[in-house]
Structure formats: structure tokens, C-alpha cells
């Protein structure tokens, strides 16, 4: 059955639908039918097939990281169902799931780019990751992916809507990706950017500065300063030297594409280097499993080349 043919017979033919923004791993339709519903879709691609037992494994862990994060004390989505539809013109299986709406993303709001807005979406997203970032370099058994986008708002608190893939560690195996990356490397760059404080801080910031990267400064102060109320000093000092002390060594020295995203943000605003460099940097530095050395090598010069042009 098609989608919009499955979302009528379910909703109702007098239900509105419309596409929000789809994610990497999902198509998102609102469906309107006097209550809103998300509904979502997970893409069917190449790399990623699914057979009826493994979208029946990835549903039951969807739904166990919902609950996870819920205990936690992490606002997410209400209810959260999910069902196996056959496809009747592939035979293939779609793994759908409903959520109820809870309003416009965190990325949506920051792009009015003012600086008093930007600075309480960035306070509105950090209280929401709030108890489970205080757990983060504790229990390590849950993880989050801290993206904008990921956190939405009817006017209150912010929700946690996504939860494709599933992070969390079962029985010793942390879930990152779908499917999960194969290299060690991969898998242990996965557990630091959402599994540990530090990375769910350089996911935050760098994606924040994607968005609105002159607001970069005020985006690190307030994380900063949401930090220090709550004697968070060693992350502090961890964002202090990888916005403010940069150097070419520190550069040499991390193979790691999501902090040398953070360093191309915060050296691109002190040179006024253009948006598109930076986002082609985002391009090139973006990543599944890992990265070659030779794109890391090309990132790195580039920074260093931004790095010995600061005038201080
Ligand atoms: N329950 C929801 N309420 C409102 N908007 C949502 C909801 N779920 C998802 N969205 C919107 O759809 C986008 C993509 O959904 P998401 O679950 O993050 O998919 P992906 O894993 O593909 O990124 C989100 O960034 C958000 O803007
Ligand atoms: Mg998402």
C-alpha cells in the first residue's frame, strides 16, 4: 500500500496531510485529523533494507528507548506506537511510527536569528538534555543525538522527537547508527558524540553555529555559563580550549570530525570566512563510520592554514 493510501485508511480521507522536513533517516508527514499526529517512515534504502524481523528488532528498540529516555526525565513525545505495513507493490516491509505533534523544531525558531531568541532556545534545549546529560559520563547506558533540529516546542519545554535510531547500550552493546558502524574507530567516535558529555556538547554547538554562525560567541557563552551554574568546570574548560585556545598542535592532533567542525566554526567567525566555506567543511567532514586519513589530512591543513591567519 502507498503511504498516503495507508495514512487515509487509518486517519480517515478527510484527514490533512502535509511533509515536515524530513530527517536523514525518516520521511515525517503531519497528519491532521482533529488531533495532529507525526507520522514516520523509515527510509527503505539502499544499505539499510529491512526484513520483517529486523524492522519487528528496530521498533521494540525504538520503543524501549522512548521509555528509557522518559524515565530518565527527558522530555519526549507522549506516546510512541509503532507497525510493520507490507508493502503491496514491492513486498517489502516499512517500519511506521506515530507520535503526537509537539510543535516547531528548536532549528525552525533559531533561524529568526535573533540573539535573544537564539540564547533561549539554546537554555530551552539544554534543560530538556538536562537529566540525562548528568548521567551521561556516569551511566553510560543512554545516548542522544543533541542536534536542533531533534528538539521541538508548542511553546513550553522542548521535545526530544527523535528516536531513529535507537541510542542506548544493550546487555554491553551500545546502539549508534543503523545499521551500526563497522569499524572500532567508527564505533568509538559514535559513543563519544552521544554517549558522553563532551561530544553531546560538540554536537549541540556546532550544529547551533550551522545554523546561526555570527551568533557562535553567544551560543558558547551560554552554554558556558548554563555549565558553571550547575559546576559542570571541567566541560567548560573543555569548550574554552577548542573555541578559544586553538592551536595548530591541537588541530595536528585530533582525527576527530566533529571537533574539527567545532574548530572551523570557532576560527571561521574570528577571520570572517565565508558561510559557504564552512558548510562545505560540514560536507566534507561529514561521516557514517569514519573518514579517510586523507580527508582528515585536508580538514586539518585548512584549519591550521585559518589558524596561523588570526591576527590576535
Ligand atoms: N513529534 C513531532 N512533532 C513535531 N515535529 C516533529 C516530530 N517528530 C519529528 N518532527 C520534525 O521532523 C524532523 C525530522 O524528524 P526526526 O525524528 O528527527 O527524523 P530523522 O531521524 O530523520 O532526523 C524533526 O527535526 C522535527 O522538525
Ligand atoms: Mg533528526
Not at 7 to 12: A, D, E, H, I, M
Not at 154 to 166: A, E, Q, S
Not at 178 to 199: A, Q
Request: include cysteine; aromatic fraction near 8%.
Amino acid at each position: 500500500m502507498e503511504l498516503l493510501d495507508f495514512l487515509r485508511s487509518t486517519f480517515g480521507k478527510d484527514a490533512l496531510i502535509e511533509e515536515l522536513e524530513s530527517g536523514f533517516y525518516s520521511k515525517v508527514m503531519l497528519v491532521s485529523h482533529g488531533d495532529k499526529a507525526v507520522v514516520k517512515l523509515f527510509k527503505d534504502r539502499e544499505g539499510m533494507r529491512l526484513s520483517v524481523d529486523s524492522a519487528t528488532i528496530l521498533g521494540r528498540r525504538i520503543k524501549t528507548y522512548h521509555g528509557l529516555l522518559r524515565d530518565r526525565g527527558i522530555v519526549v513525545p507522549e506516546r510512541l506506537d509503532w507497525v510493520i505495513e507490507i508493502d503491496s507493490v514491492t513486498n517489502r516491509p516499512h517500519l511506521i511510527l506515530f507520535q503526537p505533534y509537539c510543535g516547531v523544531s528548536a532549528g525552525r525558531i533559531l533561524l529568526q536569528g535573533d540573539v535573544v531568541t537564539c540564547r533561549k532556545v539554546t537554555v530551552g534545549i539544554l534543560n530538556t538534555l538536562e537529566p540525562l546529560f548528568a548521567t551521561l559520563n556516569e551511566l553510560e547506558d543512554l545516548g542522544i543525538d543533541a542536534k536542533a533540529d531533534n528538539f521541538t516546542t508548542l511553546g513550553g519545554p522542548y521535545t526530544f522527537v527523535d528516536l531513529i535510531p535507537p541510542r542506548y547500550s544493550e546487555n554491553g552493546n551500545f546502539l549508534i547508527e543503523y545499521p551500526e558502524p563497522k569499524t572500532e574507530v567508527g564505533r568509538s567516535l559514535g559513543r563519544w558524540r552521544y554517549y558522553s558529555r563532551e561530544g553531546v556538547l560538540t554536537v549541540l554547538l556546532t550544529q547551533l553555529a550551522r545554523i546561526q554562525s555570527k551568533l557562535l560567541w553567544e551560543f558558547v557563552e551560554v552554554i558556558e555559563e548554563w555549565l558553571s551554574s550547575r559546576c559542570y568546570q571541567k566541560e567548560v574548560d573543555y569548550l574554552q580550549q577548542s573555541t578559544h585556545e586553538i592551536s595548530s598542535s591541537l588541530i595536528e592532533n585530533s582525527k576527530n570530525p566533529v571537533k574539527l567542525r567545532l574548530f572551523m566554526c570557532a576560527l571561521a567567525s574570528r577571520n570572517g570566512t565565508s558561510q559557504t566555506e564552512v558548510d562545505n567543511f560540514f560536507r566534507l567532514t561529514h561521516f557514517e563510520d569514519v573518514l579517510s586519513d586523507k580527508v582528515i589530512n585536508k580538514a586539518q591543513q585548512q584549519l591550521i592554514s585559518l589558524c596561523t591567519k588570526i591576527v590576535h
